[in-house]
């Protein structure tokens, strides 16, 4: 009996310091909600209501109208080429860190967290600083003489890319050394044991073996990228215009706020559904490790 | 056992893969390196390397009142952002990683968001609310907003230190006598303090940094140092950025030489 009673008030004060520990994060919980997640909802409803109660009209217009056909091919196009790239890049880039000694690997991940950790308008200014007419590339080909007058690289789609490809790069590097590093070395031996040479244990045991890490690292460099809005701006000189730009443009200019969101909802109903994406991705590379 | 399974490639494979390797991190670390000797340049026009060592663009951007006004903005929204973000989130942490309860996920969920989201919808959101309750152009909106951007990185960074921790040691400070507060703070909270000041830091850069939502919500005397240099650098490229960039990179370098040292320390 005494027993019981003893279980029943251990029992209540699990309960009592359970919710005590739910309380813990009600403050930053509330704040977010209260800033964030509320006025989206609210502005995400904005988006259905018209002069005369509900409306799809936002919607139908981007699905009608050229110019925010245009702007969508321009967010998609520009976001798969720099997944590309920086799959092209960052995945040797991440193989060559895993090959290195501790204390070099080290310093190479330095120099990665480096451009991370910078200011993305201090980045972007930089290539802008690269690329302009009378920027240190142009000038550099001049006097080499390989070119006559300077390359148009900045405020265009190419130096639009470029910078963004620069920002983002570091996102696909990390997690892909990650994936590289936590490997099982010896499945690499026991194919160099078979008979493998190392160029064909490289492309039939450790790129197959990386390839969830690979597809997450590319899918978030991908909706990273589908949300830029300070590098296109800038380097894209007005012949840029990507999702973000228009949602800004309608929200601030215009003062549209069914136009401004409903193209906010449309990215970020895309961008939940990578994300949801990337956690099944990396759910069944854990799964599949064991 | 680093490189046991690289035995045996060839030569120029190898330097194939140095070539690169060392291509790709100059890629990432050229650009940010060429701002600093060019904010040491005496001329208008960007010139590499420059061909006089002058200070004139920090004269002209600690002389300006302009600058100097928004520098002082961006300091003190990111010092009260780091000291409201951070007991937040390691509160918020504290709470969801010992708690065994059907909503963890989604409260987890709903206080990374804002890290999720794409930082444009979290602005034309802020703008849309602070619109209506008179929030615009006032540091104590931009602390609140950047906050907000800044607690997920907080949450995930104590979270990781906490799932590292030992929790024996807090309840044996519990049985000891200590009550549950008393034990976080002198047991738990040492313990973690790395993650506690790397997330402190984060938050701190987190709101420096901020461009998006500073640019619809702070305007003249109230306008941030980057969304004033955003600003500069749509209408007219003033190298006095070359100055402040420099200085902004070191804080940058600062903070992953900090990391650096935290992870070659070894970990209990």
Not at chain 1, 74 to 89: E, G, K, M, N, R
Not at chain 1, 270 to 290: D, H, K, P, Y
Not at chain 2, 47 to 75: C, G, I, Q
Not at chain 2, 202 to 217: P, Q
Request: hydrophobic share 55%.
């Amino acid at each position: 009996m005494a027993a019981g009673t003893n279980i029943a008030l251990l029992e209540a004060s699990e309960r009592a310091e359970r919710r005590r520990f739910l309380a813990l994060p009600m403050p930053a919980l509330l704040l977010t909600a209260v800033i964030c997640i509320v006025p989206v909802g609210i502005l995400f409803w904005v988006s259905f209501v018209g002069p005369e109660g509900f409306t799809l009209e936002n919607y139908t217009r981007i699905l009608e109208n050229p110019g925010y056909l245009k702007i969508l091919r321009t967010t998609f196009s520009i976001s798969i080429t720099i997944t590309i790239l920086a799959i092209l890049l960052g995945f040797p880039l991440a193989y060559y860190i895993s090959t290195l000694p501790d204390r070099a690997a080290a310093i190479c991940l330095g120099l990665v967290l480096v451009p991370f950790w910078t200011s993305l308008l201090v980045r972007t200014y930089a290539w802008l600083v690269l690329l302009q007419r009378q920027g240190l590339i142009n000038d550099f080909f001049l006097w080499l003489g390989v070119i006559d007058e300077p390359m148009r690289l900045a405020y265009n789609r190419f130096g639009t890319t470029i910078g963004m490809l620069h920002i983002v790069l570091p996102f696909f590097v990390l997690p892909m050394f990650a994936a590289i590093k936590s490997l099982d070395r010896d499945w690499l031996r026991a194919a160099a044991n078979l008979g493998a040479s190392p160029v064909r244990a490289f492309w039939t045991v450790l790129v197959p073996l990386t390839i969830p890490g690979l597809v997450a690292g590319a899918l978030l460099v991908f909706v990273y990228s589908l949300g830029f809005y300070v590098t296109p701006e800038i380097l894209g000189g007005g012949r840029v215009t990507m999702v973000a730009m228009k949602v800004q443009q309608n929200a601030t200019i215009y003062a549209d706020w069914g136009a401004a969101s409903s193209l906010a909802l449309i990215l970020l109903i895309i961008t939940l559904a990578i994300f949801f994406g990337i956690e099944r991705v990396l759910r069944r590379q854990r799964g599949g490790g064991n | 056992m680093h490189g046991t399974f690289e035995i045996g490639v060839p030569v120029w494979r190898r330097l194939w893969l140095h070539a690169v390797g060392i291509g790709v991190i100059l890629f990432l670390i050229v650009p940010v390196f060429i701002i600093i000797p060019m904010s040491f340049s005496s001329s208008q026009y960007f010139e590499f390397p420059p061909k006089d060592f002058s200070l004139r663009w920090y004269e002209s951007y600690f002389h300006s009142v302009e600058w100097m006004e928004a520098t002082w903005v961006s300091l003190r929204v990111a010092f009260f952002t780091m000291l409201l973000a951070t007991p937040l989130g390691i509160a918020a942490a504290y709470g969801l990683t010992f708690t065994r309860h059907r909503a963890v996920p989604m409260l987890r969920a709903t206080v990374v968001a804002p890290m999720i989201i794409p930082v444009i919808i979290v602005a034309i959101g802020v703008f849309y609310l602070y619109a209506r309750i008179g929030l615009v152009n006032t540091i104590f909106g931009l602390v609140l907003a950047h906050t907000v951007l800044a607690i997920p990185f907080v949450v995930i960074i104590v979270t990781a230190g906490l799932r590292r921790f030992d929790t024996a040691l807090e309840n044996a400070a519990m049985s000891l006598g200590a009550n549950r507060f008393l034990a976080f703070v002198t047991v738990t909270l040492p313990s973690i303090r790395r993650s506690v000041f790397a997330a402190a830091l984060i938050a701190l850069i987190t709101s420096l940094d901020e461009v998006v939502v500073a640019l619809f919500i702070s305007l003249g005397e109230k306008a941030t140092l980057t969304r004033r240099m955003f600003a500069s650098l749509r209408d007219q490229v003033d190298p006095t950025i070359a100055a402040i960039s420099t200085l902004l990179i070191c804080v940058s370098l600062v903070v992953v030489v900090f990391y650096s040292v935290q992870a070659s320390r070894p970990k209990k």
